[in-house]
């Protein structure tokens, strides 16, 4: 009952730090366009065009009213804010569409693109970090840890025209825009693969390398228990908890870092939604793609926190 009351204890403290962080997210997102060099009330009557010049005064005050841009920042923030507690992100200025809608139609390119590359990056990353850290310093760590470091130091856009170049221009087999479906998701999830996977085999290395130095390990082995029990009955067991940790941290990368991957293979996703809003300067756009992405990296936080907090009994929390 005792390990009950302190994970209940963490969820609920997990739970209001979610909230005052979702709370300051927002502040920040409404903030980009109450700051923008540009009038939102423009903007929106500028439209698809972007012309500015032929439009009244008038028509710009009237507007500004409309859209409550007339009231103090706080007024204005506190009804954005309870539009959104109602699901409103607002109407984005170009297709003048609201921006839950277009969040939605183009969601479902950059979560599959993320689940795809996620699975596979956890296959190839995990069996390889462990045993990069069972045979440190051997030649199959070696190896690894060259790959491992060529991937990360090559840009992820100069990997993406490499792959273009090699497999829709020289060989063909792949069109230079991706197709809808699975098949399209082949080169940009090949991508963020070689270059999240090769980040994750050292952090794993580096995870199990910390248990395999400590000196339950060392009186383990002084005993007579096995390499291979001690491996996986104690050490993984240890390691499960951080692993979790560094896999959730990957899911906001492809989040975030798939939006220059969705621009060079033409995937019609959340990443390239972004990049058309920036440079057409739609902020409802921008606000609703930036809370998307926190709120769903802090969801995956908090179910892998209190995963962990369930899983290791090492975890203890307040003065417990």
């Known amino acids: 009952m005792g390990r009950i009351k302190i994970v209940f204890r963490k969820i609920l403290s997990q739970i209001v730090q979610f909230l005052i962080v979702i709370i300051g997210i927002t502040l920040l997102t409404f903030s980009i366009m109450y700051l923008s060099p540009k009038n939102p009330a423009e903007l929106w009557l500028a439209g698809s065009d972007g012309n500015v010049g032929i439009i009244s005064e008038e028509a710009i005050e009237k507007q500004e009213k409309i859209m409550g841009l007339d009231k103090p920042f706080i007024v204005q923030y506190g009804n954005w804010l309870l539009n959104v507690a ?8 170009i297709t003048k ?11 479902a390119p950059t979560v599959e693109m993320t689940a795809v590359s996620l699975a596979v ?5 995990i069996p390889l970090g462990i045993l990069c850290a069972v045979y440190k310093d051997r030649w199959i760590d070696n190896i690894f840890r060259i790959f491992s470091f060529i991937g990360i130091s090559v840009p992820s856009f100069v990997i993406s025209l490499v792959f273009l170049w090699m497999f829709c221009i020289k060989l063909r087999i792949m069109p230079v825009i991706a197709p809808v479906g699975l098949k399209g998701l082949v080169l940009p999830s090949a991508v963020l693969v070689i270059q999240c996977s090769s980040k994750m085999i050292r952090q794993i290395r580096a995870i199990v390398l910390e248990q395999l130095e400590q000196p339950y390990v060392e009186g383990a082995v002084m005993r007579g228990v096995s390499y291979r029990r001690i491996l996986f009955t104690h050490v993984l067991k240890n390691c499960a908890a951080p692993i979790l940790t560094c896999i959730s941290i990957y899911v906001g990368l492809f989040l975030g870092g798939s939006t ?6 033409s995937i019609n996703g959340l990443g390239k939604m972004a990049v058309n809003s920036v440079a057409r300067l739609d902020y409802n756009m921008l606000q609703g793609f930036v809370l998307w992405c926190a709120i769903a990296y802090l969801i ?6 209190i995963i962990s907090a369930l899983i290791d009994p090492r975890i203890k929390y307040g003065n417990d």
């Open 86 to 93: 109602k699901g409103d992100l607002g109407t984005s200025f």
């Open 97 to 107: 569409r609201p921006v839950l809608q277009e969040i939605k139609e183009h969601m």
């Open 121 to 125: 990056t956890v296959i190839i990353a």
């Open 260 to 265: 220059i991957i969705e621009g060079i293979f």
């Open 300 to 305: 995956v936080n908090l179910t892998v926190d």
